[in-house]
């Protein structure tokens, strides 16, 4: 019944490597979105896409891009990483101007940069 | 786009209603009251949403302020399993991409 899925739940990487954080929802959403959450501060959306090819900034993108190839597929990328990008990853979907039904979460990556 | 007001935390005492407040005093007519809730450790999850009038389902009831400034969600008789941080966001059904924003929403402690 797993609807949106993150591939991985815990990671840890180096400062300065490429990170790819991966999503991948089954609901054929044309909505996709990635956010971190730290303590205290809740869920602060980094990018969102409504479309194949199409994404927008969020309100924290620095230091983050994203890709959307496939409908299905949404990925993060943490060009270099850096200490302060420790955080949990959210990635949700939901359908497009369907503002009256739900949007489905993953379970979320926690990420550590040491 | 609209905000939401929510308090930090809360308790409640198991098996006992809970009302979680949630003021959107610039909500706009195009605007659908959202809820969700994040279990620990895990994303978070749909409660619930209106427009206008009051809805219930098997999760919860929303009431909602007939000036649309605030609204209510309701957990009719809580359990350890309803302590979780609560959400209460606007989606504009407006034309335009949607940016689907959260903020800090409200943590619920249940009491045994």
């Known amino acids: 019944d797993v609807k949106v899925t993150q591939s991985s739940r815990y990671l840890v990487k180096r400062t300065g490597e490429k990170v790819f954080l991966e999503c991948v929802q089954d609901?054929?959403?044309?909505?996709m979105f990635w956010y971190r959450q730290d303590p205290g501060l809740g869920l602060r959306l980094i990018y969102f896409?409504?479309?194949?090819?199409?994404?927008e900034k969020g309100d924290i993108p620095e230091g983050y891009s994203v890709s959307r190839e496939k409908k299905e597929r949404f990925s993060l990328i943490l060009e270099s990483a850096s200490t302060n990008q420790t955080s949990m990853y959210l990635c949700?979907?939901?359908?497009?101007?369907?503002?009256?039904?739900?949007?489905?979460f993953g379970q979320g990556t926690r990420l550590t940069v040491v | 786009d609209a905000k939401t007001t929510q308090p930090n935390s809360m308790e409640s005492n198991e098996e006992e209603p809970v009302h979680l407040p949630c003021n959107h005093s610039?909500?706009?007519?195009?605007?659908?009251i959202h809820w969700y809730r994040q279990l620990p450790s895990q994303g978070p999850e749909y409660v619930i949403h209106?427009?206008?009038s009051n809805v219930n389902n098997r999760m919860a009831s929303l009431a909602i302020a007939e000036d649309r400034k605030s609204s209510t969600l309701i957990l009719h008789r809580a359990t350890l399993r309803d302590a979780a941080v609560y959400y209460c966001?606007?989606?504009?059904?407006?034309?335009?991409?949607?940016?689907?924003?959260f903020g800090t929403g409200t943590r619920l402690t249940i009491i045994p």
């Open positions: 949700a979907s939901s359908p497009w101007d369907r503002e009256d039904t739900e949007a489905f």
């Open positions: 609901m054929d959403h044309e909505n």
């Open positions: 896409s409504y479309d194949v090819k199409m994404k």
């Open positions: 610039t909500i706009s007519g195009t605007d659908y």
């Open positions: 209106g427009l206008t």
């Open positions: 966001i606007l989606r504009d059904d407006g034309f335009g991409n949607e940016k689907l924003t």
